[in-house]
């Protein structure tokens, strides 16, 4: 019941911020350099300030299915979402405010290796098991950001706060159950100077997960020969992993986050210049629950420092260049033990970086036309290194990925049609994997190897968008849907010299179908 | 200014990202390197190593590796492994005429060493041990072939009352089952991750420190003696009970057919669910009554069958009983001694309501085979109770508890009809796991 209060609240909060439009809403969806530019004014006070429009409003339905061979080890075969997305902004005099609410289910199938709450984040501590599942996810997020001109034109102020609950299930033995909350407090004070804004904002955060594992067959818990599949894992790396009992197996994970973000915002001769560079640091204690206020049994502690660079440089609708640098670095600190046999490490195994570099560059014609055309192009490189020191596994890749795109936008009588077509390829620079022979585990074979395989691989993709809004469903209100179907082939085989490997599939399938209204 | 600041500060966050963490742990895989030689107690034994097979397992998560000696001496080396606790198995097979040449003794067949040391600690980069290599016992003898301690489903089987062993004659003669002993061994059940070390009741294998026991008066009680949680001996007047070369005898909890309904002691009726989960023991040779012991209460399973029962020397469960879980050692031996002169002590735990376990000198007892069995899950296994020379290792059923499975010795080979049992003295080499079969039938192969 509490959460249905909760939910309610969260979607009048939303719905109020976004109660009426300056009639700029509906071209969020549809013209990427606008996607961009409202997309930005919700990171913080600065950016929500600059952005020109001070009352928009969107609230999409959406569902999402994806399938296909061609994943992550640690990605579901399947995925259904269905998700409901309430945000806008509203200003009231000097306050402009924005919201963002969304509640989304999410159906996952044939998930191995993974029995935590959030997939493939990169975390070293989790328990897994190698058997492959169903998963039900629920997710309630909460966003606002409440800004005030303290000198209009001069000093503004204000605060952001985001709010995450996640529940995850399993159906099939072992069964984790995984709550987690988050929170996440970012005050902001901003300088206006002419053609300057120049933000300041930290961040402080806080977060908690408890995962618990159960068995509904008696046979499976005990760890037995017979059913290797079934045992419960802790992970502790990539390849480090110590048997649990399995039956009321629990983890707990708290979070405490800090960063600080400076934004810059400057405009010349029609162009608009964006800046942001933040840095954040979230340091993750992996624990069994504790055995009393006094005594608790810290497996590990892991730390990950995030770095991001942020560029956008806009002519309107016409021109938008946009570069982006983030820089991720985790290393953990290892302490379990299950004395006598295990003693603890008490020292980092795991290492983990990721660095990625995106550049993207858009135009829209600025002719009269009935069908105006845009074209874009971007290039993505991605480097990333894991390394599991204990049990000499390493896994080292790099890929770059160009695209090109084309679209065709038309306004008719009020109503707007819009179609994107992005091609692009997936082409791996470098990838290496290392695992010694004494070292070959199934996770080693089934996670690591896997995945070396799919990044290993040349691929292509085609991505086609396509929406429609129109005022014909509802006179005051535009209404619109959107399709999207993105597909990726693997090109060439996928083979492994070494049959008890597995290897990716061969393609994989995203669609998405929401439906809008624009506020 | 404020643009300098501003510079300043992106600048600031660019070094942070320059920033490259040195990959400064010293945390490393180990190496574990095993060398063998022959035990003291084998004499001087010049014999070769190469072809010696060498397990290692890891205690806690169950990796094996396996290598293998090809030179005459020397170690085998594990590099790279995950540090812990391991489990190291070694087995050697020496031909008859090597085996004549090192000692001067003829044999008709390939000769077994084996070995074995149990949880070591490898948490150094290079961790050395040395095995001591010992020779199976042998085709001469008795051998337990059949454990079926796990019992059946406690829903729709037989829960433990249809537990049995089987006594199988590995010779070429007619050997008599008159007078044999059969002892479950006593010792620690505790999981090892959850024994208290730091009690004096408790040896650093996580054993039972008989010497702190109440009234211990024996000198060397852990090591000159074996203590026995129940002891029972075949009847006979020495040539009452003949088996034949490669035959059996089977012992069993109570001599039905556990698959059939049947009465218990106080009048009910049970039945069985399922009778394939079961089996059907009408055919045992022997089998255990308590209700005949002073002092016990029996099971109301433990009826007064037809069936030869065995006499109880030291019994103070209410039946015969082994621990489905594993926790079991079972032990065969021969004696002269008067058993009335064995003491009995309570457990070094001293606990209230703690049962008396009776004392075996090891002097006193021509000990014919051993078998030491275990939890199936990893972490609930205990330490290890029967010392390395009378069993290298231990075994468990795959599916654990009340699974209706037992522990079957491998065959070695078959001579003339025959079969011969391979006996390496090392139980987690020498034994298979199947579906419980009191038919005396059952073979590896």
Redesign the interface.
Known sequence: MKKVYLLFTCQLLSVGVIAQSDGASDSLLTYQASALQFRQATQGVTMLQHYASGNVGIVTLQGTAASGGYRLAQEPQQHREAAFKSEGIKTVERFKLYGQFTYSRTWDDSLAWMLSGVAADNRPYYFAAGKAGKYDRQSYQMKGLASYALHPGKWYTGAGIDYLYQTAFRSVDPRPSVRQFALTIRPEIT?K?DR?W?GVQPMIGYGYENTSVQYKNT?YQ?????YPERRTWLMMGMG??????GQGEQMNIRIRKGGLT?F?QYHQGGWELS?Q???ERQRSFFSRPPESSLKETRWGTYTL?R?Q?ALLAQQGQRHSLQFRAV?L?G?DFNSYS??????A?N???Y?Y?QQQVTVHYSHLSSRKVAWVPGWGASLVWQHEKK?D????HQLNYSMVTPSLSGELHRNKGGDRFHTRLTGGVQLPLSASVHV?P??M?AFSREVVYYDYYYYHTTAASLDWQASYITRKVFSTLPAGVTLRVRYLQALGDISSPEPSIPVPGTNNIWSSLAFHLYL | MRKNLFRIAIACIGLLAACKKDNDTSLQPVSINVGFKVAEEMGKLDISFKTAKVTISNIVTGQKYTGVLDTDAGQVTFNSVVPGNYNIAVSLDLSAKAYETATGIKSDGTVFFSGAANAQAAMAPQNNFTVELRTGSNTSTWLIKQIYYAGSNTKDGALFRDQFVELYNNSDQVLYADSLYLCQVEGVETALEQIDFAQPWVLPTGQWNWAVATGMAATNPNTDYIYAASLFRIPGNGTTYPVQPGNSIIIAATAINHKAPYQDASGKTITVRNPDLTVDLQGADFDVYMGNQPGINPLPSDLNTNTPHLTVVHNFNRDFVMDANGREGIMIFRSQAATSTWKSYKTPNNTTDGKLKMQLPKKDMQILDVVETQQTPLNKRGPKRISLDLDAGFNFVGNGAYSSQALLRKTKQRTGGRVILQDTNNSSVDFITIKADPSKKAFSN
């Not at chain 1, 480090?240 to 009992?245: A, E």
């Not at chain 1, 299950?338 to 003693?343: C, F, G, K, N, R």
């Open positions: 300088w100077n300057h120049l046979q005990h760890n037995f020969d017979s480090y992993m110590q048997p649990r009992s400076l810059h800046t560079a933040g840095w420092d770095y660079l820089l670095n290393e299950a004395p006598p046999l295990v003693q490490l020292a980092t195994n290492h970086q390394q020191f204990i049990t000499a010694l004494t070292q585990t």
